[in-house]
């Protein structure tokens, strides 16, 4: 990948954004999210800015994302957007589950190729602000235009996620 010019070391995600409660049980979110890549050299870039916007009834949120720079080095693919549907659901115990879908629409000359379908079914558990989260996470991206070009791996594929985080 560095000698397509994709060889950023690190990703800063910077957001911002006001939240609140339209009536009651019905909240909003709204804000700008920027991805950005400080040594990749592609062309065009693959720093993306998004505006978003999120509607939450009780368990469910509805969210879109809408690119207003081109999206992740895809040529002229600004507006571009994203499509988000979960719910969060309480166990008991600590336990949450989340099941997503999500849609990716890339404008622009791969938008046949670029655009897909993700789902995710994840688990975590709060352990006093620890909080340990697994997840399956599927796609229907295509296999050839999601894959690696350095050694063909395909990068949309199904998989597991692990995590560890700590809130405090």
Do not use: C, M, R, W
């Amino acid at each position: 990948i560095a000698d397509l010019g994709g060889d950023a070391d690190v990703e800063i995600d910077l957001y911002g954004g006001v939240k609140g409660e339209i009536t009651a049980g019905l909240g909003y979110d709204v804000g700008v999210l920027s991805y950005q890549y400080p040594s990749n050299k592609l062309s065009p870039s693959a720093n993306t800015t998004e505006l978003y916007g999120a509607l939450t009834y009780g368990p469910a949120t509805l969210k879109y994302s809408h690119a207003v720079t081109d999206t992740f080095a895809n040529p002229d693919s600004k507006n571009s957007f994203y499509l988000d549907l979960s719910a969060s659901f309480d166990l008991g115990g600590g336990l949450i589950f989340v099941p997503h879908i999500g849609y990716q629409k890339i404008k622009g000359p791969f938008e046949t190729v670029a655009s897909y379908t993700d789902v995710a079914l994840t688990l975590s558990k709060n352990f006093g602000g620890l909080v340990v989260s697994g997840a399956i996470v599927g796609t229907d991206a295509d296999k050839n235009f999601y894959a690696s070009p350095v050694n063909g791996k395909e990068l949309g594929k199904a998989g597991v996620v692990v995590g560890l985080k700590y809130n405090f």
